[in-house]
């Protein structure tokens, strides 16, 4: 009779050798575990803003994130179906009865905005962006993105961290942590949210997640500037100064106690931050010094209130750019209940809705891609638009509005390393499904780590055993978008 039993495995018949061998096993798994967590944690620097290299060289150095909030139709703004006008009115082919987010769908629906021919592209843009529509040449579409989400809470999530749960690091604290900053005065990242309120989870969109604390987004606007920076008037400015060097002599010498703490060195650098920032975050805030002409371009005396509004927040995104600050995120829109009244959740009145939101939107983001164009920052900022999903290309049944549709969206970049009137990916002729080089946020996000010099799939961030990362363990870049 043949043993089928070699011989360096008999040991493992063995009962207790067997359970022995298992603990010993457990063990250095678990001891593997955390020497990767001290090893991904000691990679952050004493100094966690001190600026660090990219993986390789990138096309971009910052990032201007503009984001509606409310999921923008993309069928009333950038995508154009000649076969929705044709067939205006009709029962959807193949649909059947349509249940989406809200319940049952009527027929298909054209846009209210006609769509014209952009720039020396030819792109076909809606008339409810007329400047946006004029940069066209400057854009690079992304007709086929798809989202996992057809909620808007998930959805922001989903844009903004790679992940529909809270609790996970936003975009801009991934490439803070990764790239650190060029200004040690101002925040690495800064959220501003829209003059009519924050989106709908709020901080969560530039939460630093289980990154150290030092990468979470730091939130203020044109007309809510940071809070408590100003010096109490009991106290002088060279009692403040010799204050600052004791404080940051103490710290020292208790950092040297504990070194490669991160927490306590990220705790530090945030106080001696919120320090520089009193002078510098009012300097940069402060747009009473620029031109007629540029307050003119961006709408600041614009006799809309919430175009000015939003004028200044596109104008303050443009100073903090300009001053090194690595990635700033534009909210467009509010979370409000009431469907389409602080936001672009055109449900019920989608030609009111959009008419009212429309311009507060356009003349200032265009402003803010012709101002940087002007300045020469175009070329190393990449600016990415985006909303949290589509809509679908019939009404509501009993409303004149959209459904949710995740199915098939836009989004656009321009700038730094992007190709310049070029469209990417297609949905179907109605709008509905990406169907032609399906992307979703996954490879959206990759592409622009990529663009900054970031492999997505090295980024990575150990947290309870496991090594996360912006993309989740999805993504690829999307190469033919890139110049």
Not at 195 to 224: E, I, K, M, V
Not at 232 to 260: C, M, N, V, W, Y
Not at 467 to 475: I, K, M, Q
Request: hydrophobic share 35%.
């Amino acid at each position: 009779m043949i043993d089928r039993h070699p011989i360096l495995g008999r040991h493992l018949l063995d009962r207790r050798e067997f359970l022995g061998q298992m603990a010993t096993g457990l063990s250095g798994i678990a001891l593997a575990s955390m020497l990767a967590d001290r090893e991904a944690r000691s990679a952050t620097p004493s100094d966690p803003m001190a600026p660090r290299p990219p993986h390789f060289p990138g096309k971009a150095k910052r990032v201007l994130h503009l984001f509606c909030t409310g999921a923008v139709s993309h069928l009333d703004t950038w995508d154009y179906k000649p076969e929705l006008i044709k067939r205006n009115g009709q029962p959807m082919p193949g649909a059947g009865k349509l249940i989406t987010f809200q319940g049952e769908n009527g027929n298909l629906a054209q846009s209210p905005w006609a769509f014209r021919p952009r720039g020396e592209s030819g792109k076909y843009v809606s008339d409810l962006l007329p400047h946006l529509a004029e940069r066209a040449d400057d854009m690079c579409f992304i007709h086929s993105l798809t989202s996992k989400t057809n909620t808007h809470g998930p959805g922001e999530m989903f844009m903004s961290t790679g992940f529909t749960l809270e609790g996970f690091p936003s975009m801009g604290a991934w490439v803070s942590y990764a790239l650190g900053t060029e200004d040690r005065d101002l925040p690495a990242y800064v959220a501003i949210p829209d003059p009519r309120g924050d989106p709908q989870q709020g901080p969560a969109n530039w939460s630093n997640g289980f990154l150290p604390a030092a990468y979470q987004g730091t939130s203020f606007n044109a007309s809510r500037p940071i809070n408590h920076l100003a010096r109490p008037a009991s106290i002088g400015s060279g009692e403040e100064a010799a204050t600052r060097d004791f404080l940051r002599f103490i710290d020292d010498e208790h950092l040297k106690q504990h070194p490669g703490d991160n927490e306590l060195s990220a705790r530090i650098a945030a106080y001696e931050l919120a320090g520089r920032m009193q002078a510098s975050a009012p300097e940069a805030g402060n747009l009473d010094g620029e031109s007629p002409a540029t307050r003119k371009l961006y709408g600041l005396d614009d006799a809309n209130p919430l175009t000015a509004a939003f004028g200044r927040n596109c104008l303050l995104a443009r100073r903090l750019l300009e001053r090194g600050v690595r990635f700033v995120t534009v909210f467009n829109g509010a979370f409000a209940m009431g469907e389409g009244a602080l936001n672009w959740d055109g449900h019920r009145r989608i030609e009111s809705d959009y008419n009212r939101h429309g311009p507060i939107l356009d003349q200032p983001a265009a402003a803010l891609l012709i101002d940087l164009k002007a300045r020469g920052l175009l070329d190393d900022t990449l600016v990415v638009w985006t909303t949290e999903f589509g809509r679908m290309p019939t009404f509501q049944k009993g409303a004149n509005g959209r459904d949710h549709n995740p199915a098939g969206f836009t989004a656009w970049m321009a700038g730094a390393g992007v190709k310049r009137g070029f469209s990417f990916g297609a949905t179907d002729e109605f709008g509905h499904r990406a169907v032609e080089d399906v992307v979703d946020v996954h490879d959206f996000h990759a592409t622009i780590l990529h663009l900054l010099g970031l492999d997505h799939k090295r980024l990575t961030y150990n947290h309870n055993g496991t090594s996360r990362r912006l993309t989740d363990v999805h993504g690829r870049v999307i190469r033919q978008v890139l110049a």
